[in-house]
């Protein structure tokens, strides 16, 4: 290869990036469950790299809320209250609420082509019955998200509220987000399609209405038992 030439395929992932997917990816499986304590030297060790990018992916860990209590080279997998996971569920409708306000309709030709073609994953996800539902659901949420072409909104969801959209192990069958199956999807398809911003909007709002509403609920039953507990 010449002294100029580039690999066409050169991995310019920074490693503090790779080693937080990887950690990242345990979380999501559950395998790394609430409660439990990392290590640095132990994450080093076991993806054969050297422990300052392993601190430099804990302290990210940390800022999107997935670890806590870091110490030294130490720290805990975060505890998710139901009150967290209901307001981030609210959060994520939000953030949708405005990509679809942001959007210009009638979408082009790859915009319905990219929207048909995640509700026809996330369909084959839910038939499949291999536990993947969240990451479809994820996964056309971030389709509708792009159509807004707001770099500022992409990363935000990506960054901070997808990954906690993903933790399955934290969200009940009482969740807005686990009841979203395949005729809201195709419902929400259909419409994006045909440019009803109308109807997108009208079904995000009752989306929302209902993380509201759990949201009041997870805190009503937080100060009831509390109260019950001072008793």
């Not at 499986?29 to 300052?52: C, F, K, N, Q, Y």
């Not at 209405?209 to 009503?220: E, G, M, S």
């Amino acid at each position: 290869m010449g002294r100029d030439a580039v690999p066409s395929q050169l991995n310019r992932t920074p490693m503090r990036d790779t080693i937080y997917e990887n950690v990242l990816g345990l979380i999501r499986t559950g395998e790394l469950a609430p409660g439990e304590i990392i290590h640095e030297d132990e994450i080093a060790v076991w993806l054969s790299v050297s422990r300052p990018p392993v601190r430099e992916a804990m302290v990210k860990l940390e800022a999107n809320g997935f670890i806590e209590g870091r110490a030294g080279a130490r720290a805990m997998i975060s505890e998710v209250s139901a009150r967290d996971v209901a307001m981030r569920e609210r959060m994520v409708v939000s953030l949708l609420c405005t990509a679809v306000e942001a959007t210009l309709f009638p979408l082009s030709a790859n915009d319905r082509s990219s929207i048909v073609q995640a509700a026809a994953e996330f369909n084959i996800a839910v038939a499949g019955a291999t536990g993947s539902e969240f990451e479809a659901i994820a996964e056309f949420d971030s389709r509708v998200i792009e159509l807004a072409d707001a770099p500022a909104l992409n990363q935000s969801y990506h960054e901070r509220l997808r990954p906690h959209l993903l933790r399955r192990t934290q969200y009940s069958a009482s969740s807005p987000f686990a009841q979203r199956g395949p005729e809201f999807v195709s419902s929400m398809s259909d419409a994006l399609v045909a440019g009803d911003q109308d109807a997108v909007l009208a079904m995000l709002e009752k989306l929302r209405a209902q993380c509201v509403a759990r949201l009041v609920d997870t805190t009503r039953s937080a100060v009831a038992g509390g109260q019950g507990g001072d008793s």
